[in-house]
């Protein structure tokens, strides 16, 4: 009993210590950020942007920052004593096999893998399910910090052309390349300055969209404008690519085409914001003829599935909020004509298949999967039972396939793939991985609270089962709440480490996503936004009511939109957390239309160009609405130098103005990686980095000691 006093006592006084001399008091030294006098008038108001050179990426003096920033951050992160061990955990869950779900092109299945702390997970194939694997593309071996990453993939029909795409430092600028699937030859053909786009194979050749190139200097921050749609023939220049559509008198759309398995029609989708889109159709028996509106506007959500017997079959939110699959005649597309093959439910449908003569569609109830197998007139003929409360991550198979593959997740269910028979609604475990992690020690929750203006909100809590809800428990609440995205039960590695030492994860599914649909969506977008900050805060509220945790115990994370929502949050009700984790976040919300593909968030956000949005997006903007000697939460904004979706500007104004006016003992420090963007694609080992100083922030401002 005195050794364990004595340890406990020692370890106390290594925190303190550590306190004192990493700056958890006010001796912590920011680095200065030049203020310049620049001042913007929106309807008649004032409002001073004295950042505004830190929105140059290119400067010097802007790197000088970012690198004193940097610094600051890493020296603080690096005296926490815990840090070391946070970090070897991390590497040693990471250190396990891992496949994605294997999908066919001809007579070739395609799959990824990871032998553990690869990089870059690497692509394999085979020939057949049978077949001997032999390596198609590893992405590590194309830079010595693995920073390259494949994007996207697209086979020719015929099984003979894999075409993909690869980003650079996370970049959503991609490269595409072509390979022979047999014998893994490299062909010539190069495609530069492709962004948001497809691989979609008509004939010798594929549709693929980009934008004209940029400026010098200008390639991670200008605004991206002139979607265009090309065609590329195999072993032709890109100079000789076919320009299919592009539509010179709106700058700020984007087009997207694909093409039926059969190759007989050509689907082009228009879009001019995040949600809804236009549809198009060629059909290819017919020479000569144009795309033909299917679906005009940019009301409703739609997608071509594929065509049964020349009638296309689409999913769409068109007169059902919640979605509805139809059959749509090109000849006759107007919507009285629409043939209903499987109706709006209560609850949400979020994919659909067409696999082996059998739609397979997956809902969303209450936030997690449910799926079911339905005739090609409609006809629900099962439910497939699934191995848990998770999620399903789509079904892989053609329409002459009997043999599909899922995948599934949960909080406490890594992922796992299954084989699925279709003719006998039967599945077998096809790879299940093997990690150190025993998933019967911990326990997952749904609860449904009650947000400020009445609205029952869900929430997932999770938690090492026999946990003490003593009201002290380190926890973290996550959240989005926005674009129609729906937050689903998953699996993460990185949890764990909070999992083991007796902390409680949750996730709350806030208005804005699309858990429920077109209306939860709509309840928290545009002059409804504040909904979703109180969501939010209410979620933390009983969290607190009901002793999971307490303020000084609360940590909030969120991600680009989320980052907006922890940035609102923290701002707001800076007194109900301890730590926040603003992450590439939409901070500055009266010039985010003005960078890269930031226009186009204009549907769920509103612009400072229109008066009644100005106000509402000054009113919770987090880089307007920090105030002078407010005791903010323990911040790490985490942002990345190649991040070109939410640049880094955001949040490089955010922390300059949160040093700037925080009050308190609490570290306000920004960690901006290098050669990485918004986050798809990162390294492994980048992200093994990342998520060890989080954590042991985050540990470390609680006063926490993990167990390693």
Partial sequence: MAKKIFSNFFFLFIILFFMTQCGQDTQLRYPETRMDDIVDNYFGIEVSDPYRWLEDDNSEETKAWVTAQNEVTFGYLGRIPFRQKINDRLTNLWNYERYSTPWREGDHYFY??????????????????????????????????????????????????????????????????????ATGKQLDDHIQWVKFSGISWKGNGFYYSRYDQPEPGQELSAANEFHKVYYHKLGTSQEEDRLVYWNPDHPRRNYGVGTTEDERFVILSESQSTSGNALYVKDNRRPGNGFKPIITGFDYNNRVIDHINGRLLVMTDHSAPRYRVVLIDPANPAPSAWREIIPESENVLRNISLIGGKIIATYLQDAHSRSFIHDLSGRREAEIELPAVGTVGGFSGRKDDNIAFFSFTSFTFPS??????????TWEEYFAPDLDFNPNDYETRQVFYTSKDGTRIPMFIVHKKGIELDGNNPTLLYGYGGFNVSLTPGFSLSRLILLENGGVYAMANLRGGGEYGREWHEAGKQLNRQNVFDDFVAAAEFLIDNNYTNPEKLAIQGGSNGGLLVGAAM?????????????????????YHLFTIGWAWADDYGTSEEEEHFHNLLSYSPLHNLEYGVHYPATLVTTADHDDRVVPAHSFKFIAELQRKHSGPNPVLIRVDVDAGHGAGKPVSKIIEEHTDIWSFMFYNMGVQPIY
């Fill in 112 to 181: 990824f893998r990871n032998d553990g702390t690869q990089n870059q997970s690497v692509l394999y194939v085979r020939e057949g399910l049978d077949g001997e694997p032999r390596i198609f593309l590893d992405p590590n071996e194309l830079s010595e910090d693995g920073t390259v990453s494949i994007s996207r993939l697209g086979a020719s029909n015929d099984g003979k052309y894999m075409a993909y795409s690869l980003s650079t430092g996370g970049s959503d600028w991609n490269e595409i390349f072509v390979k022979e699937i």
């Fill in 416 to 425: 796992t793939i299954f084989k699925f028979d279709i003719s006998t609604n």
């Fill in 571 to 591: 701002t707001q009700r800076p007194e109900l957390f301890k730590v926040a984790f603003p992450a590439v976040g939409v901070l500055d919300m009266l010039r």
